[in-house]
């Protein structure tokens, strides 16, 4: 008997790709697509906004009462992030925005605060879902946990290159140094640290393209859970 609803976890350091290959691997096998990243990064965005400064923790956990976080989905399935009914989609991408996003995913209350919601739509949707402790801490039980990554080198020429599209000023040799600090940001904090769950299958990119490293991970889904296609839940 097929089970009511299969949930993927994507795990993986900053610039893996995490986002855009499962919002593609979601949108082809019609499961809804649950970017955390993009979750924390509108807290991140909060908290700046509100002027409060990135090493005081007590004042972002107060602001949280007072948050009102959302998650629309497009007509063709993808996420749109709301802060306090506002759109922040675009907003909370530019690059300044990471280190926020990185600071208030190591605090407890703002991870508190966000677990249920994520929790919430595995329970009621087939879904991939990406971040850093999905499949440790997040959904412990997923059908299919995957850890994508790839030499920091080829993380940070692909951040690179996307600010570039973007039009925002960037360094290459600093777009590295800012990814090697995030990875040690993000697997030495004590609250849900990056890490790899003993049981995900690891995905390594390096070297691949977008159409590549989407393919392999197209392939592990289908190997492991078999041809799940069908329309959106």
Not at 170 to 183: F, G, M, S
Request: charged fraction near 30%; proline fraction near 3%.
């Amino acid at each position: 008997m097929r089970k009511q609803y299969y949930s993927i976890a994507i795990d993986g350091p900053s610039g893996a790709g995490k986002s855009t290959l499962s919002e593609r691997l979601a949108k082809e096998l019609g499961f809804l697509h649950v970017d955390t990243g993009a979750i924390y990064r509108t807290v991140g965005l909060a908290a700046r906004r509100r002027g409060i400064g990135q090493g005081d923790t007590k004042a972002v956990a107060a602001m949280l009462p007072q948050l009102n976080v959302e998650l629309r989905y497009s007509s063709d399935g993808t996420q749109r992030m709301l802060l306090d009914g506002e759109d922040v989609t675009q907003a909370i991408r530019h690059h300044e925005i990471s280190a926020w996003a990185s600071m208030v995913s190591a605090i407890p209350e703002v991870r508190d605060f966000l677990l249920e919601m994520q929790r919430k739509l595995a329970r009621e949707h087939n879904v991939i879902m990406d971040g850093r402790d999905i499949g440790t801490v997040v959904l412990p039980d997923a059908d299919l946990k995957i850890y994508l990554t790839a030499q920091p080198e080829d993380r940070a020429r692909r951040r690179y290159l996307e600010l570039k599209e973007r039009g925002e000023p960037a360094d290459e040799a600093q777009t590295l140094q800012d990814v090697i600090a995030r990875d040690r940001r993000d697997m030495e904090r004590s609250v849900a640290p990056l890490r790899k769950a003993e049981d995900a299958v690891t995905a390594d990119t390096t070297g691949r393209n977008q159409e590549e490293s989407f393919q392999l991970l197209l392939s592990l889904v289908r190997d492991h859970l078999g041809e799940l296609g069908g329309g959106k839940s």
